[in-house]
T-cell receptor, first 115, second 113 residues
Framework: QQQVKQSPQSLIVQKGGISIINCAYE??????FPWYQQFPGKGPALLIA?????SEKKEGRFTISFNKSAKQFSLHIMDSQPGDSATYFC??????????????FGTGTQLKVEL | EPEVTQTPSHQVTQMGQEVILRCVPI?????FYWYRQILGQKVEFLVS????????KSEIFDDQFSVERPDGSNFTLKIRSTKLEDSAMYFC???????????FGSGTQLSVL
């Protein structure tokens, strides 16, 4: 029940295209859903996060869509650039009700943006 | 932007040896964490630390593991008797408030031979 399932495992997108990564969770106690970006040799860095009181959050080219009833959330990267090539992890935690920052991570998606 | 600093970046040790991984969290942060990532796998929570005590730990964090904040700036993870399966990238993380953005260090790659 603690799992966060992420797909696809890898993704190749043309420059300027839209990258879409999906995650699903089981634990209804989760109420904080961040996305992390990780470059080789570096730690994960917070990209964008959402709480379940909204269905969408946008920051620049990055958008999270959240479907509480389906227990799914996704990351959309608009106008994908070669510099976006990295591994992306979704995560979830019981941020508001305790256990904050005990993140349960998805398995990661390796994104490659080709010219 | 302030950074979480981890040393060493790589550590090689023999099975059964003790290792200490060191972290300097961001200076005004109060909540500290260790996560690990086995090669090619997801990042996993190990332990959280606040007010000089463990707040929560995972099933991975058994009696071989311990954490300490020996002074006002360092945060350490000790593995008492390393096993082959402890080989992983260990990430330290910190934040100023439990529900806020988590800052990760660049990690220590631990190799147990």
């Amino acid at each position: 029940q603690q799992q966060v399932k992420q797909s696809p495992q890898s993704l190749i997108v043309q420059k300027g295209g839209i990258s879409i990564i999906n995650c699903a969770y089981e634990n209804t106690a989760f109420d904080y859903f961040p996305w992390y970006q990780q470059f080789p040799g570096k730690g994960p860095a917070l990209l964008i996060a959402i709480r379940p009181d909204v269905s969408e959050k946008k920051e620049g080219r990055f958008t999270i869509s959240f479907n509480k009833s389906a227990k799914q959330f996704s990351l959309h990267i608009m106008d994908s650039q070669p510099g976006d090539s990295a591994t992306y992890f979704c995560a979830a935690s019981r941020g508001l009700t305790g256990g904050g920052n005990k993140l349960t991570f998805g398995t990661g998606t390796q994104l490659k943006v080709e010219l | 932007e302030p950074e979480v600093t981890q040393t060493p970046s790589h550590q090689v040790t023999q099975m059964g040896q003790e290792v200490i991984l060191r972290c300097v969290p961001i200076s005004n942060h109060l909540y500290f964490y260790w996560y690990r990532q086995i090669l090619g796998q997801k990042v996993e929570f190990l332990v959280s630390f606040y007010n000089n005590e463990i707040s929560e730990k995972s099933e991975i964090f058994d009696d071989q593991f311990s954490v300490e904040r020996p002074d006002g700036s360092n945060f350490t993870l000790k593995i008492r008797s390393t096993k082959l399966e402890d080989s992983a990238m260990y990430f330290c993380a910190s934040t100023w408030e439990t529900n806020e953005k988590l800052f990760f260090g660049s990690g220590t790659q631990l190799s147990v031979l």
